[in-house]
């Protein structure tokens, strides 16, 4: 079983504008979404491969909030609230394979359309309905680590998401990543010549553009676990 957050989005924007009749006024913008994913799996091994399957159940909110505020207290503020939730079942299947000193995997997880309630609020009136929903999109992964000694490997993952099923303005996206890792035997020598280390690096496109220009995200990472006295128990720090 697994619980895990799927999507986090929060923005807490204030501007300060004028209209075309030089009236000066705030206005706000507020967002706060999130949506979690949980996961019951199932693996069997098998004579070609290992495969696993998945049951998964998406929840969560988005609250979107939106006011104006004029300097000049006889005009009238707007201001509304818009919340929705969201839920639905989905799936994942996988396989994975170990030839000699590499292993290989691969991972479907479907499209959900994730549907719920919404509440509509203004200053003056509340409307309850049906949310517009949020569409997880189709993710194909890929895998491999290779196992270049008995303390020493490298792996390399590829992630493919089909943004473009979900909304006429967002593109299908990949992101690689990659890192070698440190993993002493358990045991042997010193405490601090226990600790296993991680590097890797990633790029990530975005499904989404500013003004009209790709996005992407580049990062490097770092880690290393410290090992606790009971065999394979120890604690992640990245």
């Given at each position: 079983f697994n619980f895990s957050s799927y999507l986090t989005a929060n923005i807490d924007q204030k501007s300060d504008l004028i209209t075309v009749d030089d009236l000066s006024y705030y206005e706000n913008h507020k967002l706060h979404s999130e949506i979690f994913s949980s996961?019951?799996?199932y693996a069997f091994k098998n004579s070609i491969a290992n495969i696993g399957i998945s049951g998964k159940?998406?929840?969560?909110?988005r609250v979107e909030y939106w006011s104006q505020e004029f300097q000049d207290e006889s005009i009238f503020n707007a201001a509304y609230e818009n919340n929705q939730t969201f839920k639905n079942p989905g799936f994942s299947i996988g396989l994975s394979k170990k030839v000699n000193n590499f292993s290989f995997g691969l991972v479907y997880i479907s499209s959900t359309?994730?549907?719920g309630d919404k509440k509509y609020t203004t200053i003056h009136n509340n409307f309850v309905g049906n949310s517009k929903g949020f569409r997880i999109p189709q993710e194909i992964d890929f895998g491999t680590t290779w196992k270049m000694s008995n303390t020493f490997k490298y792996s390399l993952d590829i992630n493919y998401e089909k943004w473009e099923q979900t909304s006429d303005d967002y593109h299908n996206t990949l992101k690689i990543s990659g890192g070698f890792a440190y993993d002493t035997l358990w045991g042997y020598g010193k405490w601090f010549q226990r600790i296993p280390l991680r590097a890797g690096a990633y790029f990530r496109q975005i499904p989404f553009k500013a003004q009209n220009s790709d996005i992407n995200e580049i990062g490097l990472t770092i880690g290393l676990s410290v090992p606790l006295k009971t065999p394979d128990k120890k604690i992640d720090i990245a």
């Open positions: 996961e019951i799996f159940y998406y929840l969560g909110n359309k994730l549907t």
